[in-house]
């Protein structure tokens, strides 16, 4: 049995299942909240030049490949849910690319579709990582012309240098690749140097500044996050131990049956290494960043086109497959999930203060980066960080902000007392922590989000209006 194969089905065929494909995903889309680091992408796009963008992604720590593609959203007046269309459809080419031209058989390629990171985290939630996606199945669609028509192939590495950091790591284990293909095929010069000047472009956007929240490379150490990001990539929602054992299993099977393509067998094991090694040593932001392990399965077995070996082939189809299904299940699990319950509480906070006009009033603020997943939904109003003492949107990803976050809440809400009371105007505090004795501070509720936050419950937010000090 093949482990994957070309198949002739009608164009008719990838059609349907596209359509049905983007139909789930909308429908999910149009129900989510988007979080604070959804947030972040449009509010640094909303509030500051392109220009700026490029130097304050040495803060932030990704290029601004993203943000570039949401300059035109917001320059052209759109509201904040432009951005998950945006990132639907960037979703939805990626999904028509390995459709059409991945040589996998049709059911592989629906339950690629189906699985948790494709259905879910890389559709739904807004970030860079479509970009990762997209541009990886373009490269490995055009990977067997990349002799024949290099530019092009060396253009999209060149983009996925600067789709994010992770991307980048991909990106580079591809220009390795394509310099070892020198012994067996005449390397493009011109392509060459496209491809670095892509990665040159992300290492300038990339550089550390000297006022960064986490100034060194080393940012901290995890030696549990490669077990846990195998574990998520291959079964989430299983068990860790049973999840990380079952996604090993899987792994060896895929090399074994990788053997005899020693590219794609190259390119699987050092990106595995490599995306492992910033999991360990930068961050591992959990599931976002392990499906990236599964993406770089995919693009491997893409590269290899037809493997043929027998029980080994088989084996390894049974088990992708079966894992694939896993991970469908949890899809459903979460978009379902997404749409009864709120993925954060940001938007209906956010709402709540624009259709009661309450952005008229001075608002404090704090945590610093839990507010952001407010204010794209009051445009034009800052928020006074308590932290900080003064206003602001987006972050910036400095030491400012990292010592601010750690200020405990009682004191950020005396701060703010002190700065606002004096003037004698109402004015409110915008919490994602209750206040014990609002009224023994001089503070009324006068809205409280929801408690049904299933995924960034430390997004729920309470907000209050200062009443005056206390009489006693």
């Not at 932001?285 to 043929?308: K, Q």
């Not at 749409?339 to 956010?350: D, K, N, P, T, Y």
């Not at 729920?460 to 200062?466: A, D, Q, S």
């Amino acid at each position: 049995m093949r482990l994957t194969v070309r198949e002739g089905a009608s164009r008719h065929v990838a059609l349907a299942i596209l359509l049905i494909y983007a139909a789930a995903t909308l429908y999910v889309g149009l129900h989510h909240e988007p979080w604070r680091d959804e947030a972040d992408s449009w509010l640094v796009v909303r509030d500051t030049s392109l220009a700026k963008i490029v130097t304050w992604t040495r803060n932030a720590g990704t290029p601004a490949l993203w943000y570039v593609l949401l300059e035109p959203l917001v320059r052209l007046g759109l509201p904040f849910p432009s951005q998950e269309l945006l990132h639907l459809a960037l979703a939805w080419t990626a999904a028509a690319i390995l459709l059409l031209r991945a040589p996998f058989p049709w059911v592989t390629k629906v339950l690629v579709l189906a699985s948790y990171y494709f259905a879910y985290e890389y559709a739904v939630i807004a970030r860079s990582y479509v970009l990762t996606v997209l541009l990886s199945f373009l490269i490995a669609a055009w990977y067997s012309s990349r002799h024949q028509r290099p530019t092009r192939y060396a253009i999209a590495i060149a983009l996925l240098f600067n789709a994010n950091v992770h991307g980048a790591l991909i990106a580079g284990v591809l220009v390795l690749l394509f310099v070892l293909d020198g012994r067996s095929a005449r390397i493009s010069r011109p392509a060459l140097v496209v491809m670095l000047a892509g990665a040159l472009a992300a290492w300038a956007q990339l550089r550390t500044a000297p006022d960064a929240a986490y100034p060194h490379i080393v940012r901290q150490i995890q030696w549990d996050a490669p077990w846990r990001a195998v574990a998520s990539a291959f079964l989430p929602g299983i068990p860790l131990i049973a999840g990380g054992i079952g996604a090993v299993l899987l792994l060896v099977l895929l090399a074994a049956a990788l053997r005899r393509h020693g590219d794609a067998l190259l390119f699987l094991g050092l990106s595995l290494v490599a995306l492992n090694a910033l999991f360990v040593f930068v961050w591992f932001g959990g599931y976002r960043h392990a499906g990236l392990l599964l993406l770089c399965a995919i693009v491997a077995l893409w590269m290899a086109g037809d493997v043929r070996d027998g029980a080994l082939a088989t084996a390894a189809a049974i088990a992708f497959n079966t894992a694939l299904v896993v991970s469908a299940i949890f899809a459903t699990r979460m978009a379902v999930a997404d749409v009864r319950m709120a993925f954060s509480g940001g938007m209906e906070m956010g709402r709540f203060i624009h259709d009661n006009r309450l952005d008229r009033y001075e608002i404090a603020a704090h945590n610093i980066q839990e507010s952001e997943a407010v204010l794209p939904w009051i445009p034009d109003k800052p928020l006074w960080y308590a932290a900080l003492g003064r206003y602001g949107t987006y972050m910036e990803w400095n030491r400012e902000e990292e010592i601010g976050r750690q200020m405990p809440y009682a004191l950020a809400v005396r701060r703010a007392v002190v700065h606002f009371a004096p003037r004698g105007a109402p004015w409110l505090m915008l919490l994602n922590a209750p206040i014990a004795n609002p009224a023994s501070d001089g503070f009324r509720l006068i809205h409280e989000t929801r408690p049904l936050v299933f995924r960034h419950r430390e997004e729920r937010y309470w907000l209050y209006v200062w009443t005056g000090p206390p009489t006693r």
